[in-house]
Antibody, heavy 119, light 110 residues
Framework: QVQLVESGGGVVQPGRSLRLSCAAS????????MHWVRQAPGKGLEWMAV????????YYADSVKGRFTISRDNSKNTLYLQMSSLRAEDTAVYYC????????????WGQGTLVTVSS | QSALTQPASVSGSPGQSITISCTGT?????????VSWYQQHPGKAPKLMIY???KRPSGVSNRFSGSKSGNTASLTISGLQAEDEGDYYC??????????FGTGTKVTVL
């Protein structure tokens, strides 16, 4: 079965960087687009970024464009999110998700990893 | 990329039907039949309930149905059950390989 496991979250100071990972298993990772979605404490879901199956193209929400970079290593079945210039408002649970049935939905989600930006 | 608008809360008694609306614009919901709906229980990851506006993934109860009219998509839960309590989010493709989520709706079973 599809399994996505995020890691790399923690407490980080404002202005610093952090890299999240998402280890995928149970499907052919290299054939699916992958997304990052975040959820601030007590708030709603926010789509952040998508990377196509081969890593050739990446797209971002305006809120993180220029600060966050999505990438993948298909040889390691792993998705990444490099976050820089972190701000307090980036505090959230970060989920990775796989594209689903239509290519425009998110069928499968990880359990999330919490990032807290605080001094 | 403004969030789609959903009612903050909807409630109903067991066995009743409820409908959650999701209002966007002609640039997202109105332009594509690519709205998906997600259920989220406290402390858990979201779960896909509807994709392409009205299609159900395998394993999702047929009590869940989706539709769209103009710039507004809707999720209907019929035969409401206690396990349906939780938060529900719509999400629409917004063009140029970007997506936008709704503000979320808390469903309460009375």
């Amino acid at each position: 079965q599809v399994q996505l496991v995020e890691s790399g979250g923690g407490v980080v100071q404002p202005g610093r960087s952090l890299r999240l990972s998402c280890a995928a298993s149970g499907f052919t990772f290299s054939t699916y687009a992958m997304h990052w979605v975040r959820q601030a404490p007590g708030k709603g879901l926010e789509w952040m970024a998508v990377i196509l199956y081969d890593g050739s193209n990446k797209y971002y929400a305006d809120s993180v464009k220029g600060r966050f970079t999505i990438s993948r290593d298909n040889s390691k079945n792993t998705l990444y999110l490099q976050m820089s210039s972190l701000r307090a408002e980036d505090t959230a649970v970060y989920y990775c998700a796989r594209e689903g049935y239509s290519g425009y939905d998110l069928c499968c989600w990880g359990q999330g990893t919490l990032v807290t930006v605080s001094s | 990329q403004s969030a789609l608008t959903q009612p903050a809360s909807v409630s109903g008694s067991p066995g009743q039907s409820i409908t959650i609306s999701c209002t966007g614009t002609s640039s997202d919901v109105g332009s594509y039949n690519l709205v998906s709906w997600y259920q989220q229980h406290p402390g858990k990851a979201p779960k896909l309930m509807i994709y392409e506006g009205s299609k159900r993934p395998s394993g999702v109860s047929n009590r869940f149905s989706g539709s769209k009219s103009g710039n507004t998509a809707s999720l209907t839960i019929s035969g409401l059950q206690a396990e349906d309590e939780g938060d529900y989010y719509c999400c629409s493709y917004a063009g140029s390989n970007t997506y936008v989520f709704g503000t979320g709706t808390k469903v309460t079973v009375l």
